[in-house]
């Protein structure tokens, strides 16, 4: 049987119709693997995300030699959101899981620009000292469930 020339999709997914051309976006790049869009609800100014053009749901799915593609283009597009808008940082990040605050099940990379004090994403890290016991078994159990793959 011949190969589909389509990336396997999900029906219901939203970023899988804007592969396929089915809604529209703004979008700022394309290549064999990924493309990248400026997101509809922007959390600052130049928000994009960045996926990749097949349908996994999120980081945990995503096959290994997909993570390059879609980090290579995320960094592109990021030097360019660098240079088009001048941003004095910027945040990549993305979710994973509803608790993690993720609405859409097709991975995607957020990026963020950022200005000095514009309170855009709290973080919590680096400002409470974590407790040494604690962070040795947490690192016992993550050493196990490692070499367990
Ligand atoms: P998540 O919450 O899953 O990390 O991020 C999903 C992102 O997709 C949100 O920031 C949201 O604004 C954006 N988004 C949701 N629907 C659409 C859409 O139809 N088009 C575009 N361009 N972005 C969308
Ligand atoms: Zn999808």
Redesign the pocket.
Known sequence: MAKSPLPPRDAEC?FCK?VAGE?P??KVHEDEHTIA???????SPG?V?VIPKDHHPDLLAMPDDLLGPVMAATRRVALAVAKSQGPDGMNLF??NGVAA?????HF?M?ILPRRTGDGVLSTEHGKRAGDHAMLAREAEALRGALADM
């Not at 605050?101 to 099940?105: L, Y």
């Open positions: 939203i804007i809604l976006c703004h869009f400026m997101d509809i609800f922007p959390a928000h995300l993305q979710a605050g993720q609405t859409v099940f995607h957020h």
